[in-house]
């Protein structure tokens, strides 16, 4: 399993796979228009407005026809989205993009709120948390809350990826900035994106036009065909 993983996290490096990943993710679950990413000294923060489906069974097979997204975010490479022409990622694949920054993933959702940990026991790997980590579910949407992996870990040497370093942070940070625009150009849902990093912020929107859409934000607009 984790050989696999490694394998596919190779294949998902750089600063900009994690913007790209998370925002396509979040534009496939169908009902998400609003992604926001914070970056603090602790973690990067993704919330988005989109609902987060659990079909209320902690056992291996989903109750519902189509598997909810708790069971596809169990899965890895679960191909939950294969033969759904209105999605273009593969869940379960490309938030393993997240691993070259965290050990810990975190997942919220009112009331829920669960841990991964790759190292452990298949059946052990996502857990509830216990109440006592003190985070804010938030009201509605769902969020990701990803510590920084600061130090060398198991995983980090299972996976081959180093601890993260201040320079991958603010790497991290400028990809963010930069890249808000472009990825908002291949989306289907998600029409904003909102980043606030340490000192600067920037909200990028599209809106539809006649002939195609804008993309707007403080710095001005561009019109698209």
């Known amino acids: 399993y984790l050989d696999s993983l490694a394998a596919t996290l190779r294949d998902l490096t750089g600063p900009t796979t994690i913007p790209h990943e998370l925002t396509q ?3 496939d679950a169908g009902n998400a228009t609003i992604i926001r990413f914070t970056v603090t000294d602790e973690a990067l923060t993704v919330w988005n407005n989109g609902t987060f489906s659990d079909c209320g069974d902690g056992g291996e097979v989903c109750l519902l026809e189509k598997r909810c997204d708790l069971h596809a975010f169990r899965r890895f490479a679960g191909r939950t989205k294969a033969d759904d022409e209105t999605t273009t990622g593969a869940f379960g ?6 691993y070259q920054i965290t050990d810990a993933p975190e997942l919220l959702y009112n009331p829920e709120h669960w841990r991964l940990n790759e190292m452990a026991p298949p059946e052990e790997r996502l857990r509830a948390c216990d109440g006592a980590c003190g985070r804010d579910h938030g009201a509605t949407g769902t969020t990701f809350v990803l510590p920084w992996a600061r130090a060398i870990s198991p995983l980090r040497t299972a996976l081959e990826v ?3 370093l201040d320079s991958a942070v603010a790497e991290l940070e400028a990809a963010l ?4 625009r472009r990825i ?4 289907q849902n998600v029409t904003t994106i909102e980043v606030q990093t340490r000192d600067q912020g920037c909200r990028v929107s599209r809106r539809p036009t006649d002939e195609g859409f804008v993309i707007e934000d403080d710095g001005g607009e561009s019109r698209w065909l």
Do not use: I
């Open 184 to 187: 908002l150009l291949f989306l």
């Open 25 to 27: 993710n979040a534009d």
């Open 177 to 180: 900035l930069e890249d808000a």
């Open 93 to 98: 694949v490309g938030f393993t993009s997240v």
């Open 162 to 164: 180093p601890p993260v």
